[in-house]
């Protein structure tokens, strides 16, 4: 079976390369040349663990393709999967022009039967959009479906999102569509995978009440931590005892300085804007966008408690990208948190093993570090602001001769508050009622203190 991915994003390319890998021959289309030139050079644009080795297998198997022709890739394909961005607008609803153009271009290219499938995430009426373009734009009498299916892809494990799925859900009306999407998905049956089957707007909701949902768990742990810190508790404790109960689970129970990226910002803030558009006010999600505003505030404000007067102190950070394994920095709380900061008059010193090209313009008064140590190298505090595995086992020996002061802000909670007080740093996290946080000890004088100076 042929299929056109639209769209060479994270979702499009993902999504192109993992049905490759189901033996599937998929061209992958898109309107920036310099974008195609660089993938059908087997070079990923974007940070995805296994990724590129993924395209370079396929592409050299002759599953997989790059184009910029629209026209041609539709005319050989039997399903067109719409991977398209739906940036916000100004209110928060989805923008959906790129959709709407893609939709248009499909009509005008048909040349037969074409399954046509959201892989973007769309407000729940947009397959009836969909539908009208297409109908309006044909050249001929052909025949199509619109199929709703929403990816749930994880940056920094999306490979393994889509070749082990929680389940694949397919909204669509028509059982010829229906019996076409599973046939995409026909690997997955193997290995058991759910398939929700519904009608395309139940299949557009579930993606937005998901990511929401998701969210609300983020800005519920993140209160809990706040009040955890005036009552003596852990949140880490609490999180781990509220996780064992069946019906809550423990996955997003992580305080922090709040969620970002791509997804739960922009979904959360979509979905508020369709309640509205029908007359309801989602308060229950209001609030936890409200919440998530407030925690990264409270963040600097824990930065500012620790070190006092920011104009003049030099900051070690670690970690921009809004969570591991990706090199996104798209409504990173970590970016935020920085950019406030350095407003205030520090000097941080950055470091992130994957995001640092993205951030050099965002931050053009900041140091750029080679590594953690290089980072802590003369500050007066590590802050750590994404948990990345290689921040999980540091050597405080060696970072203590480096800071100017043994202080660990650390807003992933990642470290001990005990051990780190047994080691003699002061240490700052989220939720930690119990830190034993103390006066930092200054680092001692010697060849580090002479290397600060150079």
């Known amino acids: 079976m042929n299929i056109c991915v639209v769209g060479t994003g994270y979702v499009g390319l993902v999504t192109g390369t993992c049905f490759s890998e189901f033996g599937l021959k998929v061209t992958c289309v898109d309107n920036d040349e310099a974008k195609i030139a ?27 393709s ?60 947009t397959g009836e959009r969909i539908r009208e373009i297409i109908l309006s734009t044909r050249n001929g009498a052909f025949d199509f479906d619109v199929v709703s299916n929403p990816e749930f892809l994880r940056e920094g494990s999306a490979i393994e999102d889509f070749m082990r799925p929680d389940r694949v859900v397919i909204g669509a009306s028509s059982p010829q569509a229906i019996a076409i999407m599973k046939d995409l998905y026909a690997p997955l049956y193997l290995i058991e995978t759910p398939f929700i089957v519904t009608n395309v707007e139940s299949a557009e909701m579930i993606k937005y009440a998901s990511n929401a949902f998701l969210a609300a768990k983020v800005s519920f742990i993140n209160e809990i931590a706040n009040i955890c810190e005036r009552v003596g508790a852990d949140v880490n404790v609490v999180a781990k005892g509220m996780g064992h109960d069946g019906r809550i689970g423990s996955k997003f129970l992580h305080a922090g300085p709040g969620y970002g990226g791509s997804c739960f910002p922009k979904d959360t803030r979509a979905i508020t804007q369709i309640a509205r558009l029908h007359g309801y006010e989602f308060e229950v999600v209001d609030a936890v966008i409200r919440v998530n505003e407030s925690q990264k505030r409270r963040m600097v404000e824990k930065v500012r408690a620790a070190l006092g007067e920011l104009r003049g102190r030099t900051i070690g950070v670690l970690g921009l990208s809004f969570k591991p394994n990706t090199d996104d920095l798209r409504e990173s709380p970590a970016t935020w948190i920085v950019q406030e900061l350095i407003g205030e008059g520090a000097l941080c010193r950055l470091f992130d093993p994957a995001a640092l090209e993205g951030a050099r313009s965002l931050f053009p008064s900041a140091e750029f570090c080679e590594d953690a140590y290089d980072a802590a190298r003369g500050a007066d505090a590590l802050l750590l602001l994404t948990e990345w595995n290689q921040f999980r086992n540091l050597d405080f020996d060696r970072l203590g001769g480096l800071l100017k002061a043994k202080r660990l802000i650390d807003l992933r909670n990642v470290y001990d508050p005990r051990k780190m007080a047994e080691i003699g740093f002061e240490y700052v996290g989220v939720g930690r009622g119990l830190e034993g946080a103390g006066k930092a000890e200054a680092a001692p004088s010697g060849p580090a203190s002479e290397r600060r100076k150079s």
Not at 56 to 64: I, V
């Open 38 to 64: 660089s993938l059908q050079n087997g070079r990923v644009p974007f940070f995805e663990p296994g990724l590129e080795e993924m395209v370079r297998k396929n592409m050299r198997e002759g599953r997989l």
């Open 66 to 125: 790059f184009t910029t022709d629209l026209s041609r890739a539709v005319d050989k394909a039997l399903v067109i999967l719409i991977a398209v961005g739906t940036p916000p607008r100004d209110d928060g609803s989805a923008d959906l022009s790129y959709v709407e153009e893609v939709a248009r271009a499909i009509g005008t290219h048909m040349n037969g039967y074409k399954v046509v499938v959201t892989k973007s995430t769309v407000p729940v009426g």
